[in-house]
């Protein structure tokens, strides 16, 4: 079946700026995950969707950043007011439950803010 | 915290030879999972190898397997006939029974010459 997909592949916005970043699971899974990978932090856990459960913040950098899950699936990440700081490649992941050890990710968004 | 360390940022192998790359992780936990991911130019995070901890048998895929040293907190990565296709960044990564976080070290980046 089909991968993880995220979209757009690239992002080029200006300092300031929202930004939304789309993740699409792989049909059936009900957890999600998103990262983030940039070059000083190396890959950082963002937040987690478990089916229709509170998900999992603790990782987000702040304030700016949200996350929403529509109807078990898609899944959107926001970034208000973009900082340099924020450009990164957004990694988005699925599995098929919270018990499953197997992560499968899309192919990212890679997000530069001038 | 669990802290994940590769200590080679970059390694090269010969084609069709075999390579080891390092990984030693800390955690005071006993039940865990560990593995390898591998991300190439095309960004996509792409799962190599899986070890539970409680299992003593080293895992293996082909031509990639695994040296789990659990006392020493030690999880190498072999490729043997090592192909072009083989080139890119191999992250190590560990997640905690029970828990649904991936924790990364910061990658080892994989050349392969022709």
């Known amino acids: 079946g089909a991968g993880v997909s995220q979209s757009p592949s690239n992002k080029v916005t200006e300092k300031g700026k929202d930004v939304e970043l789309r993740c699409d699971p792989i049909?059936?899974?009900?957890?999600l995950y998103w990262y983030r990978q940039s070059l000083g932090q190396g890959l950082e856990f963002l937040i987690y969707?478990?089916?229709?459960?509170?998900?999992?913040k603790s990782g987000l950098p702040s304030d700016r950043f949200s996350a929403e899950r529509t109807g078990g699936s898609v899944s959107t990440l926001t970034i208000q007011r973009t900082q340099q700081e924020d450009s990164a490649v957004y990694l988005c992941?699925?599995?098929?439950?919270?018990?499953?050890?197997?992560?499968?990710f899309g192919p990212g968004t890679r997000l530069t803010v001038t | 915290a669990q802290t994940v360390t590769q200590s080679q940022p970059e390694m090269s192998v010969q084609e069709a030879e075999t390579v080891t790359l390092s990984c030693t992780y800390d955690?005071?936990?006993?039940?865990?999972?560990l593995f390898w991911y591998k991300q190439p130019p095309s960004r996509q995070m792409i799962l190599v190898i899986r070890?539970?901890?409680?299992?003593?048998q080293n895992a293996t895929e082909n031509r990639f397997s695994v040296n789990f040293q659990k006392a020493a907190k030690s999880f190498s990565l072999k490729i043997s006939d090592s192909q072009l296709g083989d080139a890119a960044m191999y992250f190590c990564?560990?997640?905690?029974?029970?828990?649904?976080?991936?924790?990364f070290g910061k990658g080892t980046k994989l050349s392969v010459i022709p």
């Open positions: 990564a560990y997640q905690r029974a029970g828990s649904y976080q991936l924790t």
């Open positions: 049909s059936g899974h009900t957890a």
């Open positions: 969707f478990q089916g229709n459960s509170a998900p999992d």
């Open positions: 992941a699925s599995s098929r439950d919270r018990d499953s050890y197997e992560q499968y």
């Open positions: 955690t005071s936990e006993s039940d865990y999972y």
């Open positions: 070890q539970e901890a409680y299992k003593q």
